[in-house]
Nanobody
């Protein structure tokens, strides 16, 4: 049974940093992309970044909120994916989700992912 378990969320002041972790288990993830998404109340789930499990190729959303502040990485020896978030803003407040998917053409969309974690809350105070 595939499990993705996020951790590292919490309350942080604006300008601070958090590193989210996603522990993956239950199968081999070769050929998968591991993605991070977020969802704020009343909004759609939003793509942030993805990394291919085997090669480690990264791709980020072409959005101002990501550029220069968020970094995705993975450690295959620990079966863990990370999202480093710096210079956080109140508008980054959301539930952050980790996902694993096998559909390359849809890796920038929730539809491209087969497995999801339960999410971790990130709250940024002003």
């Amino acid at each position: 049974q595939v499990q993705l378990v996020e951790s590292g969320g919490g309350l942080v002041q604006a300008g601070g940093s958090l590193r989210l972790s996603c522990a993956a288990s239950g199968r081999a993830f070769n050929g998968f992309a591991m993605g991070w998404f977020r969802q704020a109340p009343g909004k759609e789930r939003e793509f942030i970044a993805r990394v291919t499990w085997t090669v480690g190729t990264t791709y980020y959303a072409d959005s101002d909120f990501v550029k220069g502040r968020f970094t995705i990485s993975r450690d295959t020896t620990k079966n863990t994916v990370y999202l480093q978030m710096n210079r956080l803003k109140p508008e980054d407040t959301a539930v952050y989700y980790c996902a694993a998917g096998r559909t390359p053409l849809a890796w920038n969309s929730p539809s491209g992912y087969d497995y999801w974690g339960q999410g971790t809350q990130v709250t940024v105070s002003s």
